[in-house]
């Protein structure tokens, strides 16, 4: 139960000082910063928990989790953003940025978490 409350408290932060900057940064975004970053902090908590999960029972397909997690969540931001793929691209460089730059943060926090979690086994 620790390493979850832990967990969440992590992703908190960084959900909020990255809402913050992002907020602060983005003049007028296409997408709503606190769309996105309720989406990759309930999707980052939800595939740490599915890990740490997958881990107690079957530790040796800890990858295949995580491969099939990224795919999840891939599919998920598609169906819940639905104008990052519009056929008539209404989103400039810049705004897609917006998406996909906190994406790939949240996916770094995801392996930071895992990996030191895994280091401490």
Same mark, same amino acid.
């Given at each position: 139960m620790k390493f979850y409350l832990q967990t969440f408290i992590v992703i908190l932060v960084c959900c909020l000082i990255a809402y913050f900057v992002h907020d602060w940064y983005v003049d007028n975004p296409a997408i709503s910063p606190l769309r996105i970053y309720l989406f990759l902090g309930l999707a980052t908590f939800l595939t740490v928990s599915a890990l740490k999960f997958t881990h107690a029972y079957v530790p040796d397909?800890?990858?295949? +989790?995580?491969? +099939? +997690?990224?795919?999840?969540?891939?599919?998920? +931001?598609?169906?819940?953003?639905?104008?990052?793929?519009?056929?008539?691209?209404?989103?400039?460089?810049?705004?897609?940025?917006?998406?996909?730059?906190?994406?790939?943060?949240?996916?770094?926090?995801?392996?930071?978490?895992?990996?030191k979690w895994l280091n401490k086994n």
């Open positions: 397909k800890l990858g295949y +989790a995580f491969l +099939a +997690a990224i795919f999840i969540k891939c599919g998920a +931001a598609l169906v819940l953003f639905p104008e990052l793929i519009a056929e008539d691209p209404a989103l400039s460089k810049r705004q897609l940025l917006g998406f996909i730059a906190p994406y790939f943060i949240f996916l770094f926090v995801e392996v930071g978490i895992v990996i």
